[in-house]
């Protein structure tokens, strides 16, 4: 993980405070703004944020905490979802979990170690029609793309070993 | 777009669009979640570049989803009265050369009934046949990112009847004659809640859409805010007339939701550049905004007064009412909260009038009602039909049956809230009271169908575990008693229950139904306690004879040795301690009656020959590949 600047997070920060400065109840619509700018919700710009706003950073933890999609560490290039709604339940979603979870070698919530993937199960989807399903990267997947997930998987790794291996 | 001054002016607007030529042909192809999924973008592109490539006189549309999900990606060729099923890029140069050049189906493409006769068009499928598309009337029939399309339909026809003619109080009134509940599971009567938020003296107030539609297996409100935002947007303007004195709206939406979102945002500047939204609304001197805010989720935050917790920017966590939302809601000004589908309702009531929305329906229920059939059934998919038909209907002539033809067991509606419905009951009307009085609940209208592979024990456990993980912490009985009940189920399916759980359970779950703060903690024991009451034997199964009759929890007697793969190493036998597997001459057997599913045998068998049955069966069953 590449450790940011205090200046270079606060250059970051100050355009998404410009954008909610003087509007009421921003404090979720603003976290979710950061959270996309970094990818989570990164220390030092929480700090910048809490001090904009003036209210103490264990409140933005508070709130940010009580939220599912709010993460406080960084996120695998590419998220798997799984969704464990009810109709993907009674199709079969926990084999699709479990498989995954050995594949990847993480449980949901979990990030790989390269970051390269996320594993995440999802209340529902609202592709009930089609379950089970797996979204990557907020994509579903149908059930040809559903099929070749290992090899996705596989192909991705050896992408990123072999990038990792030209770089100096 | 020119900015429309008046009623007038948008009367105008859609007499011109409606004697727009309609003559030349266009092609519609679903882009629902469940059809996009299905490969529906490639698909829309597909024609794109064939019509192109043939410079032929045809346009290419989109639409919100359909309800038939699982035959997607579907394509309607309206002028030509046709609707292909299943369609895949391939099957994009026929349908130009053959539908849209000579008005011929492509046979394969079109649904086929069991007795051989093929069906043409959307509305002669049985799937539609006995449905009664309101409140997704316009889904799967308009573009949802142009305004004009959505005109042309009859969106704002609703609004502008009631600015150029009906008072607030006429609009209020007409509501109530409707008969309209809400469609968020309660069934409060909106006509009464409008009233309520009018009668506060002080504004300013608020409209706020409730688009937080959190229940697993529930997808009727993504799909009316995907498909047709103009008819939450003009229903919530209608509000806002109606209760005066309203500052600004908000649609609250799950962050599951993008395409829905994204939608919304298009239909709300369209709106606004029409006129329609923002100051003084085609002349009548209405102001209001409606503002987006998305969700970061929390299913809690689907309760009402968490919702608007949630828009002030903090912890979504419900409290104690009274006061009501309509005295004190939003930053504890007068709010109306109402579902998506209840405001996607009121233009209609307005323009077609109470009387006509009053005759369909039942009694106590008026209307009709989305309901997303799940499960194991076999056309999956979103329906609308009118309050008051039986489960039977539903599930058999709408659904067209069990998947498998295997017996049906259950249907479970209304999500976590909800409850379960035996087949015996299947004759049962759907409408609030009638659910109600068997234990179940309309909740958020999910529908899962179950058959008798499905473990009712597991299911109710299911739901549990999945409002208590959402619990918020707030209310003790929500907190703790939902996680005590949970540790009884997560006994039982392991087979570790005893017969006083049953009771256990049954008196945990009615003080939490009397004491929890929330609606959804007080109906969090739902899927618990109506199991327990329809389908008592199963968990007396569980409980005294340790067994799973559906084979699903963890079950003893179903660990089989595979033959072929067995070493005859005799270790499982060396290990089972209730002498269980039995030798004979050529092979190993475990007994049945005998096994208690502690599973020793399988940890220690070096040939991995044992398996446990259910998983074997299941893979089978769902080819479920990974």
């Not at chain 2, 948008?10 to 042909?25: G, P, T, W, Y």
Request: glycine share 10%; proline share 5%.
């Amino acid at each position: 993980m590449i450790d940011l600047s205090l200046d270079e997070v606060r250059t970051r920060v100050a355009p998404i405070l410009a954008r909610h400065e003087g509007k009421d109840g921003v404090l979720i619509s603003l976290l979710q703004d950061v959270q996309e700018e970094f990818g989570f919700l990164e220390e030092q710009a929480m700090e910048a944020v809490a001090d904009d706003l003036m209210l103490p950073v264990s409140h933005l933890y508070g709130v940010a905490s009580f939220y599912a999609q709010f993460y406080f560490e960084p996120r695998g290039k590419h998220v798997v979802k799984v969704c464990t709604g009810t109709a993907c339940h009674i199709r079969g979603a926990p084999a699709i979990q479990a498989r995954l979870e050995e594949r990847l070698g993480i449980r949901p919530g979990e990030t790989t170690g390269d970051l390269l993937f996320t594993l995440e199960t999802v209340n529902c989807l609202g592709c009930c029609a089609l379950a089970p399903v797996v979204s990557i990267d907020d994509r579903v997947l149908n059930r040809r793309e559903q099929r070749k997930l290992g090899a996705w998987i596989d192909s991705e790794r050896a992408a990123e070993t072999a990038s990792d291996e030209r770089s100096p | 777009m020119k900015r429309l001054r008046n009623v007038a002016a948008l009367d105008a607007l859609r007499a011109s669009l409606e004697a727009e030529s309609r003559e030349r042909v266009e092609v519609r192809v679903c882009c629902g979640t469940g059809c996009r999924a299905a490969g529906a973008d490639e698909v829309r592109q597909a024609f794109v570049d064939e019509i192109e490539r043939r410079g032929l006189d045809a346009t290419v549309t989109t639409s919100g989803c359909q309800g038939l999900c699982q035959r997607g990606p579907l394509v309607a060729v309206e002028a030509k009265g046709l609707f292909h099923l299943g369609v895949d890029p391939s099957d994009v140069g026929p349908i130009v050369d053959l539908t849209l050049d000579r008005g011929q189906p492509i046979d394969r493409l079109l649904h086929h009934t069991p007795d051989g006769a093929v069906v043409r068009w959307r509305d002669d499928l049985p799937f539609y046949q006995k449905q009664e598309r309101v409140i997704l009337r316009n889904c799967g029939r308009i573009e949802p990112t142009d305004i004009r399309d959505a005109i042309r339909a009859g969106a704002y026809a609703g609004l502008a009847k009631a600015l150029d003619a009906m008072s607030p109080e006429d609009v209020i009134a007409e509501i109530a004659a409707s008969g309209l509940r809400g469609r968020g599971g309660a069934g409060f009567p909106t006509g009464r809640k409008w009233e309520g938020c009018r009668a506060q003296p002080h504004g300013p107030k608020y409209v706020i859409c409730n688009g937080d539609e959190g229940d697993p297996g529930a997808f009727m409100d993504r799909s009316v805010l995907e498909g047709d935002p103009h008819s939450v947007i003009e229903g919530m303007i209608l509000a806002a007339y109606a209760i005066g004195d309203v500052a600004d709206g908000f649609i609250y939406v799950r962050a599951e939701y993008p395409l829905a979102v994204a939608n919304l945002t298009t239909a709300i500047a369209q709106a606004e550049e029409l006129g329609l939204l923002g100051k003084n609304i085609l002349g009548s001197g209405l102001d209001f905004r409606i503002a987006i805010k998305k969700g970061a989720g929390a299913f809690v935050c689907g309760e009402s007064t968490a919702l608007m917790y949630s828009i002030e920017g903090s912890r979504g966590m419900p409290r104690q009412t009274p006061p009501r939302s309509v005295e004190k809601g939003l930053w504890a000004r007068p709010t109306v909260l109402n579902n998506v589908k209840t405001f996607a309702l009121v233009p209609v009531i307005l323009s077609r009038g109470a009387d006509w929305f009053a005759t369909i329906g039942t009694e106590g229920s008026k209307g009709t009602q989305v309901f997303a059939l799940t499960g194991k059934i076999r056309n999956t998919g979103l329906v609308e039909v009118p309050m008051g038909i039986t489960i039977h209907e539903l599930v058999y002539e709408i659904g067209g049956g069990i998947l498998d033809d295997v017996p049906c067991k259950a249907v479970q509606i209304g999500g976590p809230s909800g409850g379960c419905v035996p087949k015996a009951l299947f004759d049962t009307p759907i409408d609030f009271d009638s659910l109600q009085d068997v234990g179940a609940m309309m909740g958020s209208g999910g529908l899962v169908v179950m058959d008798e592979s499905d473990c009712m024990v597991a299911i109710a456990r299911y739901f549990l575990a999945f409002t208590q993980q959402e619990s918020c912490g707030k209310c003790t009985p929500c907190r703790v008693g939902t996680y005590r009940m949970l540790e009884i189920m997560d006994r039982i399916v392991e087979g570790k229950g005893e017969p006083a759980d049953l009771d256990r359970l049954q008196e945990l779950g009615e003080w939490i139904q009397e004491t929890a703060l929330c609606a959804l903690g007080r109906s969090a024991p739902n899927p618990i306690l109506t199991t327990i009451r329809h389908f008592r034997d199963e968990y007396e199964a569980h409980v005294v004879d340790k067994r799973c009759p559906a084979g699903v929890c963890y079950s003893p007697g179903r660990y089989r040795i595979v033959e072929a793969e067995c070493l005859l190493c005799g270790l499982c036998q060396d290990v089972c301690e209730e002498d269980a597997v039995r030798e004979s001459r050529e092979h190993y057997r475990i007994d049945p009656d005998l096994c208690v599913g502690c599973g020793k045998c399988k940890a220690v068998c070096p040939a991995e020959a044992i398996v446990l049955e259910t998983e074997e069966l299941r893979e089978a069953r769902e080819e479920v590949t990974v």
